[in-house]
Nanobody
Framework: EVQLVESGGGLVQTGGSLRLSCTAS???????????IGWFRQAPGREREREGV??????????HYMASVEGRFALSYDTAKNTVYLQMDSLEPGDTAVYYC????????????????WGQGTQVTVSA
């Protein structure tokens, strides 16, 4: 069982920055490093995107970024805190969405259908 808690969302102007955090509580024989962690988003009035904004396999550090955020967003993590961070710079109104953190044991891709554990989401709003 994995519980995920996101934080760090908010309201910013175009060009601003936010850093999202996803902290995992793991009640199993597996460790944080055994999971892939992904960030997914759902824009207002739309379904949650199947492709993740960004995902990382903690064990091998394989990282994926959605094309539209490449060069603007960056993932990092802290194994001591079981936390993954998503640094979002040069934010655009099109980035406005609820951002969800998800985890999958031995995950290897950035497809939302492959992730089992989900957080409640954090709202990111970028004003023009």
């Amino acid at each position: 069982e994995v519980q995920l808690v996101e934080s760090g969302g908010g309201l910013v102007q175009t060009g601003g920055s936010l850093r999202l955090s996803c902290t995992a509580s793991i009640a199993s024989a597996y460790a944080f490093k055994d999971y892939a962690i992904g960030w997914f988003r759902q824009a207002p009035g739309r379904e949650r995107e199947r492709e993740g904004v960004s995902c990382i396999g903690i064990a091998d550090e394989a990282t994926h970024y959605m094309a539209s955020v490449e060069g603007r967003f960056a993932l990092s993590y802290d194994t001591a805190k079981n936390t993954v961070y998503l640094q979002m710079d040069s934010l655009e109104p099109g980035d406005t969405a609820v951002y969800y953190c998800a985890a999958e044991l031995w995950g290897s891709n950035c497809d939302s259908t492959e992730y089992t554990y989900w957080g409640q989401g954090t709202q990111v709003t970028v004003s023009a």
